[in-house]
Nanobody, 113 residues
Framework: VQLVESGGGSVQAGGSLRLSCAASGSISSINAMGWHRQAPGKQRELVAV???????NIASSVKGRFTISRDNAKNMVFLQMNSLKPEDTAVYYC????????WGQGTQVTVSS
């Protein structure tokens, strides 16, 4: 499984960004897809995950501001990020779970105050 992210960038606090992740390869084996993030000097943390059936789990730190969605027909997962805060600054990694976990290369999100 190969994952390619897009949509990162720089935005001021209160702004919005939408991350996209396209999966290719052995996509029929994928169940859950989602996003982790890693800020400088911090451990990677789960942001949001969505199963093939559409069940979602959102981290409490972003709940109410971030929304995860998935297009199974296009093998894509999206992260809509609203009301961004400086503490959301991180590299965001797309992941997909099958027998193994697969990761994208990461996309930088920078939120300035």
């Amino acid at each position: 499984v190969q994952l390619v992210e897009s949509g990162g960038g720089s935005v001021q606090a209160g702004g919005s960004l939408r991350l996209s992740c396209a999966a290719s390869g052995s996509i029929s084996s994928i169940n859950a897809m989602g996003w982790h993030r890693q800020a400088p000097g911090k451990q990677r943390e789960l942001v949001a995950v969505i199963t093939r059936a559409g069940t979602t789990n959102i981290a409490s730190s972003v709940k109410g501001r971030f929304t995860i969605s998935r297009d199974n027909a296009k093998n894509m997962v999206f992260l809509q990020m609203n009301s961004l805060k400086p503490e959301d600054t991180a590299v965001y990694y797309c992941f997909a779970s099958s027998t193994f976990s697969h990761w994208g290369q990461g996309t930088q999100v920078t939120v300035s105050s």
